[in-house]
């Protein structure tokens, strides 16, 4: 390809992305530039982290999404607020064939907890919505983020807003507090850690009542 007609090209791309990101109310300098935006690639810190798929996989079976770092992970959780006999799903590579895990499939609107034994790298394949719905439950809710996007908490949440109490995430680098907080009934001098809602994290949201939550 000829060296001005690719700067052309990448000044179109980076126009086009300019206009999406003040659209969407988003500040200009959130990456847009989306070579890749079919895959989640996750960096995943030893221990327990909280995660979830910015797209929609082509497989959702837990078992084959995670085959790449088998034997670097030892468990994977995932709560389920709409059964209210056993809300915690499980599985656990280690297990023998015979013994029926709970926790079968992994999509785009569910949160996770993974458990690794290393920090490990994993890619996951799929294909991307314009925007997902994902159902609120009163009381948890253990959710994804399906989004390229980085966005402030209150953008992020205004589908919902009036209908949730507060909104947790698990940051596994943070050895100091792992725990963020978003609460929105404290008043605006109340310094919160919780500001922004990032793709491939996982999120607590604790619902007031039944509602949807819409993820551009």
């Known amino acids: 390809m000829r060296p001005l007609l690719l700067i052309t090209i990448m000044l179109l791309i980076t126009a086009c992305a300019a206009s999406v990101a003040l659209s969407q109310g988003l500040p200009l300098g959130v990456s847009l530039f989306i070579i890749g935006a079919n895959q989640t690639e996750f960096d995943f810190d030893l221990d327990w982290n909280l995660a979830s798929l910015q797209i929609i996989p082509n497989d959702t079976n837990v078992s084959r999404m995670l085959t790449p770092i088998l034997g670097k992970y030892i468990s994977v959780h995932y709560y389920n607020a709409t059964d209210m006999a056993d809300h915690w799903k499980v599985y656990n590579p280690s297990l023998p064939i015979w013994v029926t895990q709970d926790l079968t499939n992994l999509d785009e609107k569910k949160g996770f907890w993974i458990r690794i034994n290393e920090s490990v790298n994993l890619t996951v394949n799929g294909s991307q919505n314009s925007y997902n719905d994902i159902p609120i439950q009163p009381d948890w809710n253990m959710v994804g983020y399906p989004s390229l996007f ?67």
Do not use: C
């Open 150 to 216: 980085k966005r402030n908490v209150t953008v992020a949440l205004t589908s919902i807003w009036g209908n949730f109490s507060s909104v947790h995430m698990y940051n596994a680098t943070d050895m100091a507090d792992h725990w963020k907080v978003y609460n929105p009934a404290l008043p605006d001098w109340v310094v919160q850690d919780l500001l922004w809602l990032v793709p491939k994290h996982g999120y607590w949201i604790r619902g007031n009542d039944t509602d949807t939550w819409r993820v551009e």
